[in-house]
């Protein structure tokens, strides 16, 4: 049996009395690509912000053995008074990475934000910070992903972009995402695992 590097056992959690999350389990190995759909409001967020350790769930257990993990919120987390390529360095501080500058310049241009790196958060359309914010969970070069709909405000050519560039990731780094998304074509191109979310109100959970 091969390695798991994050297992959530028995993952309950409520908001105001209302169940939102119900003895969920799950079992993630390194390489994985696995995708929550569902309509809004069902958990998905919630179980992956749990997962990251960012939220706590009412009862189980989350046993993260990994070594390093990034994540991409829905709406951007950027700090405003920074530009994108600040933004990027903020995150590498304190991480003794060399060719840092090159990482981000990469990541940059990857992302087609190179001529944007100068630039703060409020002069950039909705993708490009979109765009940014999935840069500063790549730059880390983390082992585990958690994208919390990573497609949303792309356009369909960036969504294919990026889907590539996940891809290209697991096969040559052997990056293991966990995300929720809407936007399944995109997914599908990846070859990722794809689990309707309704499991997460279901006593049984699930077990990849």
Not at 95 to 116: F, T, V
Not at 178 to 192: I, N
């Amino acid at each position: 049996m091969g390695r798991i590097m994050l297992i959530l056992d028995n993952i309950c959690k409520a908001y105001n009395g209302t169940p939102v999350l119900d003895r969920v389990n799950i079992r993630i190995k390194p390489g994985d690509m696995l995708c929550l759909a569902g309509k809004s409001g069902i958990g998905k967020s919630t179980l992956l912000s749990i997962a990251a350790g960012l939220e706590k769930a009412d009862s189980g257990r989350v046993i993260q053995q990994y070594s390093s993990a990034g994540f991409a919120f829905q709406l951007p987390v950027l700090l405003p008074w920074k530009t994108a390529s600040e933004n990027m360095a903020f995150v590498l501080s304190g991480k003794k990475r060399a060719g840092a500058e090159d990482s981000i310049a990469c990541w940059l241009e990857k992302l087609g934000l190179s001529d944007a790196a100068d630039k703060r958060p409020d002069q950039l359309s909705g993708g490009m910070k979109k765009r940014l914010g999935l840069g500063t969970a790549l730059v880390t070069a983390p082992e585990l992903l958690f994208l919390d709909e990573p497609f949303t405000f792309l356009d369909q050519q960036w969504q294919q972009t990026i889907a590539e560039i996940l891809l290209d990731l697991k096969q040559t780094k052997g990056t293991t995402v966990f995300m929720a998304s809407h936007e399944l074509d995109p997914v599908r191109r990846m070859g990722a695992t794809i689990f309707p979310a309704d499991f997460l109100l279901s006593e049984h959970g699930l077990c990849p």
